[in-house]
T-cell receptor, first 112, second 112 residues
């Protein structure tokens, strides 16, 4: 099992460009999450999904959109990137008991 | 809003020393989880505690859930350089359906 995979691992964008981060999990988990991690800020939840076709806003959703068309995939989109979105992005998946989460390796995004 | 406060924020110790990290809240949680994150990687789940007063051991790591399920501690005995990393506590339950409340984390450095 690959667990949780994220694509790409690194990306540099210019202000105003758009991109999509892909997260895939092979553990048949119902729940999936997107976080960003900045120095001194811990993990902040952007959006999450409690099932295929459903999404919900987290703590810092502005500037991001998500979609979960298939149970195993969770996409995070940036429509018009801003320097404030420079961060490391983590995807996680988890089950319905205690919401234990399994994280991907992260995507390091720089917006210039 | 549920909050989890971790202390200390930073911990720098010598190999062989013992340490304790605390995770406190005014809210009751259904479960408390501890994650460890090494540089450049995603967080990895170490343990979940679900019963008030519960103690779990993982080799040199001892995890405790408070009797009132509002706090938790992580104790490491005879720390080793391989224990270096960011330790995060996270709680489930209460008003946060489908998602975890994360603490800000404790950065542990163990010097050889």
């Amino acid at each position: 099992n690959a667990g949780v995979t994220q694509t790409p691992k690194f990306r540099v964008l210019k202000t105003g460009q758009s991109m999509t981060l892909l997260c895939a999990q092979d553990m048949n988990h119902e729940y999936m999450y997107w976080y960003r991690q900045d120095p001194g800020m811990g993990l902040r939840l952007i959006h999450y999904s409690v099932g295929e076709g459903t999404t919900a806003k987290g703590e810092v959703p502005d500037g991001y959109n998500v979609s979960r068309l298939k149970k195993q995939n969770f996409l995070l989109g940036l429509e018009s990137a801003a320097p404030s979105q420079t961060s490391v992005y983590f995807c996680a998946s988890g089950g319905t008991v205690n919401y234990e989460q399994y994280f991907g390796p992260g995507t390091r995004l720089t917006v210039t | 809003t549920q909050l989890l406060e971790q202390s200390p924020q930073f911990l720098s110790i010598q190999e062989g020393e013992n340490l304790t990290v605390y995770c406190n809240s005014s809210s009751v949680f259904s479960s408390l989880q501890w994650y460890r994150q090494e540089p450049g990687e995603g967080p990895v789940l170490l343990v979940t505690v679900v019963t008030g007063g519960e103690v779990k051991k993982l080799k040199r790591l001892t995890f405790q859930f408070g009797d009132a399920r509002k706090d938790s501690s992580l104790h490491i005995t005879a720390a080793q350089p391989g224990d270096t990393g960011l330790y995060l506590c996270a709680g489930s339950g209460g008003t946060s359906y489908g998602k975890l409340t994360f603490g800000q984390g404790t950065i542990l450095t163990v010097h050889p």
